[in-house]
Every structure is written in structure tokens, then in C-alpha cells.
């Protein structure tokens, strides 16, 4: 029964700290679309010469009047494009959200869910379960260590570029190696142990590390993206204006980001050390000593 009551509180945690940053910030996890550059490279409007004839006591001329495009059709089809790209990326954390959920619940009170993992080898889900944690911890370092890079090079346009893949690489790496390691690690409590609801304490364990990591990662990261990314598009801006060799200060919420990256860093090493370790089973917890 405490093995059931973690899980369920599990779920309770995970749903409310994923539900709580989207609300708060949905275009974290958005893939950037750079509305300052697009403004930039836009805003030089062709100028529509239309002569008006004047004339004097023995001379003509042609002035020309300028008449400027307007910029606004654009820029609200480009908002509307970032509504529409909000909502999608929102419902399929939602979708994510609920099946992976749904999954790990009806592993945990109902038993070996679908009944074909009971038939699939041990060392299949152990292969997918590294390649899977491989990715997950992998893309959490190695991005770390690029936008630790990217801050030093003080490159606001290299700051553009990286901050608006960031959102792609969460989308396409790093979610789908934690479904991946997360689905091929309940296959392996299956095999090894019967199931979630059999499983030993350790695996309890791995999920509140999961609880912790997610957590963090979703109040200082995901919620500083889109801060981040508007904050760099005006470090962009303030570069064009500026002199020839004039150096732009990065802005203080992409530095501040490193200390959260570390941290999340720090997450993945606990969470692979209990994944090894196995507390209480190679050694007893600390407080059943």
C-alpha cells in the first residue's frame, strides 16, 4: 500500500508542476519564432514613388512623396501563428501528460499493462532503457554545457540561433527519451520483479528523484525560456545600434540560467547513482539502519 500511495502521489506532483509552468509560460516549451528579426528584416519598406507635378514660373519638377508599408497585417498574422503554435504544443504536453500517466497507473493498480510487455525479453527493455536515459541525461548536460558556450561568446546573434532551438531540442530529445527510459524502465520492473507494484524500494525511490528533477526543471527552465529568448531578441536589437567593436552585456536572466542548469545536472547524476546503486538492495536506506 505505501508503494501505491507514492505513486499516486507521484502523479499528483507531476501533473500539477508540468500544469502549473505551462500555465504560467506556455511559449517555454514553444519553439521560438523571432519576431524581432522578422521585424528587423521587414521593416526596410520599398518606397512607392508617386510623382506630383508642380510648377513654377517657367520650370516643372517632380517631388516625390515616400509612403510607408504598413507592417501590421504581418505582424498580427505572425501572433496569431504563435497562438495557434502555443495551444498545439500545449495540448500535446497534455496528451503526454495523461497517457504516460495513464500508463504508469495501471501498471502500479492494476497490474502488467499491456500483457505483451510480460513477453517481451529483459535485456530488450534494458537496451531501450539506457538509450533512453543515454539521451535524456545526455541532452540535459551536453545543453548545459552549449549555453554556458554560447553566454561566453557574448554573440547576441548566436544567442538569437540558440535560444530559439532550445524549445526544439526539450520537444524532440529530451521528452521523448524520458517517455522512452520511463516506459522500458517499467518494462524491467515487470520482468525483474513482477511489476511497479511488487517492485523494491529503489525504484520508489527513482521516482521521487524523477519528482524533483521535473520539478526544477520546470520552474527555473522551462519558465525562463521565452524570458530569455525576448531578452536576447533586445540584446539583438541594442547590437545594431551599437558602434562598430562596442561589446552588448548579455542579459542577466541567461546567466542566471547556468546556476539552474547546473543544478538540473546535478538532478541527473542523483537519479543515475539510485538507478546503480540501488539503495536497499546492495545497502539498506539510512533510516532502516
Known amino acids: 500500500m505505501e508503494i501505491r500511495s507514492s505513486f499516486s502521489k507521484f502523479l499528483i506532483v507531476l501533473v500539477a508542476t508540468l500544469t502549473l509552468s505551462t500555465q504560467n509560460n506556455v511559449s517555454a516549451f514553444t519553439p521560438g519564432m523571432n519576431s524581432r528579426i522578422s521585424t528587423v528584416t521587414t521593416s526596410t519598406t520599398s518606397l512607392s514613388m508617386r510623382p506630383t507635378k508642380t510648377t513654377t514660373e517657367k520650370k516643372e519638377s517632380f517631388q516625390f512623396k515616400e509612403l510607408g508599408m504598413s507592417l501590421v497585417p504581418e505582424a498580427d498574422g505572425e501572433e496569431r501563428w504563435e497562438d495557434v503554435s502555443k495551444k498545439l504544443e500545449l495540448i500535446g504536453l497534455g496528451v503526454w501528460l495523461a497517457s504516460i500517466s495513464g500508463f504508469i497507473l495501471v501498471n502500479n493498480f492494476v497490474g502488467p499493462w499491456p500483457e505483451v510487455m510480460k513477453q517481451i525479453p529483459e535485456r530488450v527493455f534494458f537496451l531501450n532503457h539506457m538509450i533512453g536515459g543515454m539521451l535524456f541525461g545526455g541532452g540535459i548536460i551536453l545543453t548545459t554545457c552549449i549555453e554556458w558556450l554560447v553566454a561566453k561568446n557574448k554573440d547576441a546573434t548566436v544567442l538569437q540561433f540558440w535560444f530559439n532551438k532550445v524549445p526544439l531540442l526539450d520537444t524532440l530529445l529530451v521528452v521523448p527519451a524520458l517517455t ?15 511489476g511497479l507494484n511488487t517492485s523494491p524500494p529503489h525504484v520508489d525511490a ?17 519558465t525562463t525560456q521565452g524570458t530569455a529568448l525576448k531578452a536576447v531578441n533586445d540584446m539583438y536589437d ?28 546535478f538532478f541527473i547524476l542523483m537519479l543515475y547513482s539510485v538507478m546503480v546503486l540501488k539503495p536497499g538492495t546492495l545497502f539498506p536506506f539510512p533510516w532502516d539502519a
Open 180 to 194: 522512452v527510459s520511463m516506459i522500458s524502465g517499467t518494462g524491467l520492473t515487470i520482468r525483474r520483479y513482477g
Open 206 to 222: 527513482i521516482f521521487w528523484t524523477l519528482i524533483l528533477f521535473l520539478a526544477w526543471w520546470a520552474t527555473t527552465d522551462l
Open 238 to 265: 541594442d547590437s545594431l545600434k551599437a558602434k562598430k567593436g562596442q561589446e552588448t552585456e548579455v542579459p542577466k536572466v541567461v546567466t542566471d540560467r547556468h546556476f539552474s542548469n547546473v543544478v538540473s545536472c
